[in-house]
């Protein structure tokens, strides 16, 4: 059993950087684990924001995070990272991390299961 346990959000002006942290506890991340970011706004699904392979660092990005969003990942800490910058209101929603014990790569982060969750952050960017 995998635990997850996300911070770092917060209330931020448009323009401006974030950092999301998500930490694994009860269980280190395996190799064969991904790691992704997902975001759910009011009234919309959720949509995968960005992902990461544990094992090489092969990562996803949404189009409409891309140059904007990084995701990576610290082995020692267990933990994985959402550095967001240039924020957007539309980028406003609760971001959560989740793991999947299985590769992907590309569009099929999108698809794969994810089977653990942590249970959300608040992200709010105002204009």
């Known amino acids: 059993q995998v635990e997850l346990v996300e911070s770092g959000g917060g209330l931020v002006q448009a323009g401006g950087s974030l950092r999301l942290s998500c930490a694994a506890s009860g269980r280190t991340f395996s190799r064969w684990y991904t790691i992704g970011w997902f975001r759910q706004a009011p009234g919309k699904k959720r949509e995968l924001v960005t992902a990461i392979t544990w094992s090489d660092g092969s990562t996803y990005y949404a189009d409409s995070v891309k140059g904007r969003f990084t995701i990576s990942r610290n082995y020692a800490k267990n933990t994985v990272y959402l550095q967001m910058n240039s924020l957007k209101p539309e980028d406003t929603a609760v971001y959560y991390c989740?793991?999947?014990?299985?590769?992907?790569?590309?569009?099929?982060?999108?698809?794969?299961?994810?089977?653990?969750w942590g249970q959300g952050t608040q992200v709010t960017v105002s204009s």
């Open positions: 989740a793991a999947a014990s299985g590769y992907c790569s590309g569009d099929g982060c999108r698809i794969i299961q994810y089977d653990y």
